[in-house]
């Protein structure tokens, strides 16, 4: 089967469940992860023809797609902040609103190479090996209570040529929280904690579609929709105890519930706090500094 032709298939195959361009997008990425070759190389090379094992591997990923499974997981990458990453069903596919989150903490911190940072609920490791990417002497922990999810973290961080520690935890489990950052508090005091943690409730799932709420793990999205901000009031309480003075706490939030989350800054007694709004002009992140 000539390239053309397995093209037209594919778009015929898809066209009632993806828009055209995600289409070609899709046929891009299948075509470069499964037979090595770029769009321009398929331009110029007219005559390749996919042998009989990559055609097996392109219709069974085309099926896949067939029940909204994310293009990242069938391809088994993708990109965050210009580096590339693992990602499988344990961990979440990191989102263009987490690169702004990184963005500004590495906006707020110029000239702070040897900071200490811990990043709370790590899922790929994205934040935490972005931000040691950039502050190179800096140290970082990554915390998630996912062991596969930290395998997949540390398999990035190998990948990505940065050295990160990595450990096992239950933020909503306080005792078991505070021996893990008394061991962290052992060897360094704590500049920055980020976290991104699960903010969706279920009563949002209705508005959700059905390549998140189908594929990708319920632990990293969801909480209850009484308990909304039980993930950030844990972590402030923690940050509040752990953090060095005028260390900073960020987080992504969930963009229905950024006065709430700014409310709890000040209950917990941060100073200088502020919501952030994304690309889009939602709420998305918010800093505050322990006094
Ligand atoms: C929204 S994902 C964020 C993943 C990654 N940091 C990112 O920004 O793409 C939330 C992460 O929190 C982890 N998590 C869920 N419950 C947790 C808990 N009780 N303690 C620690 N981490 C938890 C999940 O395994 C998941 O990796």
New binding site residues.
């Given amino acids: 089967m000539s390239m053309q032709q397995l093209k037209s298939e594919f778009d015929l195959t898809l066209n009632h469940l993806y828009p055209s361009t995600e289409i070609s997008n899709f046929f891009y990425l299948l075509t470069s992860a499964l037979f090595g070759l770029t769009k321009v190389d398929i331009a110029l090379n007219r005559d390749f023809k996919p042998s009989s094992s990559q055609l097996k591997s392109f219709n069974e990923a085309t099926e896949r797609l067939k029940h909204f499974e994310p293009i990242q997981y069938i391809i088994g990458t993708t990109h965050?902040f210009g580096y590339d990453f693992k990602v499988d069903h344990?961990?979440?596919?990191?989102?263009p609103e987490?690169e702004e989150?990184v963005e500004w903490i590495i906006k707020n911190h110029p000239n702070n190479e040897h900071l200490t940072i811990v990043?709370?609920?790590?899922?790929?490791?994205?934040?935490?090996i972005a931000l040691k990417k950039h502050f190179k002497s800096c140290n970082v922990y990554a915390?998630?209570?996912?062991k596969k999810?930290l395998n997949i973290a540390e398999l990035n961080a190998r990948n990505n040529n940065t050295h990160i520690q990595f450990l096992e935890?239950?933020?909503?489990?306080h005792q078991k929280s505070q021996a893990v950052f008394s061991q962290i508090a052992q060897n360094k005091t704590i500049d920055i904690i980020v976290?991104?943690?699960?903010?969706v409730r279920y009563q949002e799932q209705k508005d959700m579609q059905r390549n998140v709420l189908d594929h990708e793990?319920a632990?990293?999205?969801y909480v209850d929709n009484h308990k909304p901000l039980v993930?950030y009031d844990?972590i402030c309480r923690i940050a509040r105890q752990w953090l060095n003075k005028n260390g900073a706490l960020y987080f992504?939030i969930n963009e229905y519930l950024g006065l709430e989350t700014k409310q709890l800054f000040q209950q917990y007694n941060f100073g200088d706090v502020e919501l952030k709004k994304d690309f889009f002009g939602a709420h998305r992140m918010i800093c505050g500094q322990k006094k």
Wanted: with cysteine; net charge negative.
């Fill in positions: 965050f344990n961990v979440l596919i990191p989102r987490t989150l990043d709370i609920g790590t899922g790929s490791g994205c934040i935490a915390l998630d209570i996912s999810a935890i239950d933020i909503l489990n976290s991104n943690p699960p903010y793990p632990l990293a999205l993930f844990a992504e």
